[in-house]
């Protein structure tokens, strides 16, 4: 039989501060029926998820893709270290200048075996999305257009998770490059799977073109927790 007092109703002012590792009731609102956080809510609520980004939007400066979307060219990489775990949230990319740029093409990586980090870039520190910053990310993570990374792993360890359509043609004129599909919205939420990278291994942004005047703005997001929360070694 059920106890009486499993649930409890709370609702506005009257929802307390719960010290770690004390017991209470679970939340029930005024209809009786069970609040539930989802997953990536608590993610965010707990301090976990980090945030990063390439090209500045007030100052109206696009950072330029590399010269190909290649396994060893990126544009954004963090490299995940032993003993935690790396799970891709989101990513956006949007496309600012086109100009005389061919074959341009954008996807995001998974290397679920090693850090891919070479040479070239700018150091990043991963923004903690809660205030709080109750957590600093637990890696290295760098953003720009010469970004140099490692081979990747044997397929299927490297993971190409997301992509975003190729343009084989310039497109020359803003108006031209409005009906072409350049933006890249990847969304964990939206996916029935997603990668979950263990120890060792990195998340990787790639952008590029045939030349160096394709440039735009990006953003991408992602979970950090220790390894110990998923798997008992």
């Known amino acids: 039989m059920a106890r009486d007092d499993v649930y409890i109703a709370r609702y506005g002012a009257t ?4 010290s770690e590792g004390s017991a209470e009731r679970a939340r029930i609102n005024r209809r009786a029926e069970l609040v539930v956080v989802d997953l990536w809510t608590q993610f965010n609520l707990d301090g976990v998820v ?48 086109w100009t005389t740029a061919t ?11 090693k850090k891919r980090y070479s040479s070239g870039g700018t150091a ?22 010469d970004i140099t990374a490692l081979a990747k792993s044997a397929v299927p360890d490297s993971v190409e998770f997301a992509h975003l359509m190729s343009q084989e043609d310039a497109q020359v ?4 490059a409005a009906t ?24 990787l942004y790639h952008f590029g073109a ?15 927790i220790p390894k110990s929360e998923i798997a008992a070694t």
């Open 15 to 18: 929802i307390p501060a719960i």
């Open 50 to 97: 980090f945030h990063m980004q390439i090209g500045t939007r007030d100052a109206d400066a696009g950072v330029d893709s590399t010269t190909v979307p290649a396994d060893t060219l990126v544009w954004m990489l963090a490299d995940n270290n032993a003993g935690y775990v790396l799970i891709p949230a989101r990513a956006q990319l949007a496309v600012k200048n």
């Open 103 to 113: 074959l341009m093409g954008a996807f995001l990586e998974a290397d679920k075996e």
């Open 124 to 145: 990043f520190t991963p923004e903690n999305l809660n205030g709080l910053d109750r957590a600093s990310f637990n890696g290295s993570a760098y953003v720009g257009t």
């Open 173 to 176: 004129t803003p108006d031209a």
């Open 180 to 203: 072409v599909p350049v933006n890249l919205i990847w969304d964990a939420k939206m996916c029935a799977a997603f990668p979950v990278l263990v120890d060792a291994a990195s998340l």
């Open 210 to 224: 045939t030349t160096a005047d394709l440039n735009g703005y990006g953003l991408m997001q992602f979970v950090q």
